[in-house]
């Protein structure tokens, strides 16, 4: 199946994209000399939050309370599907910052994105090196609002049927600092002091 995949992104036309939760030490050797890569970080706390809700929607037997989850699983780093967590959470950070100033390298944080959409896309633009006007960025951020993101994405749709799926969305809340409304006082000292 993996060699399927990878000859399926071989025969893709370029310039093409490719998303991965892999750090760059699992990814090619020579990626940051031949290619554009863009991390997308977010808080911890918030991608705890995110990850608990991602499993809650897969149709698997994942049955546990939040705070279970975070501690044993989320912070131990035993997530599955190849999300950064935990202890590999620190990992992929520390993978970027080993290159930072690659000139191929952008690192974004989800937190400065929902402060100036419009610049996330500028700065994105910028390191692809890809033209677009004014309008053009108007349109897209505005495609990009979560609101109007989360009503088109696919990604909250059946795959089979194309219809909106029911319970909890994929694309779900989008906000940043949802994890005060799931960490209590206790588990944030905590968190903090780990972190």
């Known amino acids: 199946a993996a ?9 893709l036309p370029s310039p093409r994209t490719i998303k991965t939760h892999l750090p760059l030490e699992l990814l090619p050797p020579n990626l940051l000399d031949t ?3 863009i991390f997308v970080n977010r808080n ?6 995110s990850m608990y809700y991602h499993l809650l929607r ?15 699983a989320f912070r131990a780093g035993l997530c599955s599907l190849g999300v950064v967590s935990g202890p590999s959470y620190f990992a992929m ?13 952008l690192v974004l944080w ?18 692809i090196k890809y033209d677009i006007s004014e309008e053009q960025i108007d349109a897209l951020t505005e495609f990009m609002k979560f609101e109007n993101y989360q009503k088109s994405s696919s990604m909250n749709k059946d795959r089979d049927t194309g219809k909106e799926t029911e319970g909890i969305k994929f694309v779900r809340k989008g906000i940043v600092g949802d ?11 905590d968190w903090d002091e780990w972190i």
């Open 93 to 105: 950070l520390k993978s970027q910052y080993l290159r930072m100033g690659h000139p191929n390298m």
């Open 44 to 49: 911890i706390k918030d991608a705890c939050v």
């Open 179 to 189: 994890s005060k409304n799931h960490f209590d006082d206790d588990m944030v000292r």
């Open 110 to 127: 989800y937190e400065n994105m929902k402060k100036d959409q419009r610049k996330m896309i500028e700065d994105i633009k910028n390191h």
């Open 3 to 11: 060699e399927e995949m990878i000859r399926k992104l071989d025969d």
């Open 35 to 37: 290619c554009k890569v």
């Open 58 to 72: 897969r149709k698997t037997d994942f049955d546990s309370k939040f705070v279970d989850f975070a501690e044993e």
